[in-house]
T-cell receptor, first 113, second 113 residues
Framework: NAGVTQTPKFRILKIGQSMTLQCAQDMNHNYMYWYRQDPGMGLKLIYY???????DKGEVPNGYNVSRSTTEDFPLRLELAAPSQTSVYFC????????????FGQGTRLTVV | DAKTTQPPSMDCAEGRAANLPCNHSTISGNEYVYWYRQIHSQGPQYIIHGLKNNETNEMASLIITEDRKSSTLILPHATLRDTAVYYCIVRPKLGGGADGLTFGKGTHLIIQP
């Protein structure tokens, strides 16, 4: 049982490049989330999904896209990377309902230069 | 519009109980209180949650005041590995959780040897 797995762990992008951050969970969770965390700050929600085929915007969605074709996978796409997207990205998953815990991956540290 | 208020930092001696306060004066009747912690930029880790009653698990105890406007997370015998940022979060009970967890800046707990 691996939990939530994120790849890659580190990446350096040049301005204008694109990339996909991968996230997979093996707990059969309906809900999945993408957060970003800037230095010294709390996590901010980028996008979330309540099930395969359903996604919605969080607090800071601009510059990102997501898809959810399966229950297990929730990739985050960065188009035209900008220095403002330098951050640590966390993926999480949970069962539905407010009385359940969320499980987080170990993060992807992205630097845009 | 912060839902919770926490002190930015606290110190605690190793082996002593660490008591982390959280104010959530606008909490509604259908919202849980959650605690997560983040150790040195790793993914956040669930600690405990509660609705009305005090809760205890292998990691910590959660004391919620009778009016539910504040709570305290207690780490009974703090170790150096408990040094982390601790987040207090409120989250809806029914049908909630789809829009993720709202993280503030949390409390940076430093355990002193």
């Amino acid at each position: 049982n691996a939990g939530v797995t994120q790849t890659p762990k580190f990446r350096i992008l040049k301005i204008g490049q694109s990339m996909t951050l991968q996230c997979a969970q093996d707990m059969n969770h309906n809900y999945m989330y993408w957060y970003r965390q800037d230095p010294g700050m709390g996590l901010k929600l980028i996008y979330y999904s309540v099930g395969a085929g359903i996604t919605d915007k969080g607090e800071v969605p601009n510059g990102y896209n997501v898809s959810r074709s399966t229950t297990e996978d929730f990739p985050l796409r960065l188009e035209l990377a900008a220095p403002s997207q330098t951050s640590v990205y966390f993926c999480a998953s949970s069962y539905p309902g407010g009385g359940t815990e969320a499980f987080f991956g170990q993060g992807t540290r992205l630097t845009v230069v | 519009d912060a839902k919770t208020t926490q002190p930015p930092s606290m110190d605690c001696a190793e082996g002593r109980a660490a008591n982390l306060p959280c104010n959530h004066s606008t909490i509604s009747g259908n919202e849980y209180v959650y605690w997560y912690r983040q150790i040195h930029s790793q993914g956040p880790q669930y600690i405990i949650h509660g609705l009305k009653n005090n809760e205890t698990n292998e990691m910590a105890s959660l004391i919620i005041t009778e009016d539910r406007k504040s709570s305290t997370l207690i780490l009974p015998h703090a170790t150096l590995r408990d040094t982390a940022v601790y987040y207090c979060i409120v989250r809806p009970k029914l049908g909630g959780g789809a829009d993720g967890l709202t993280f503030g800046k949390g409390t940076h707990l430093i355990i002193q040897p």
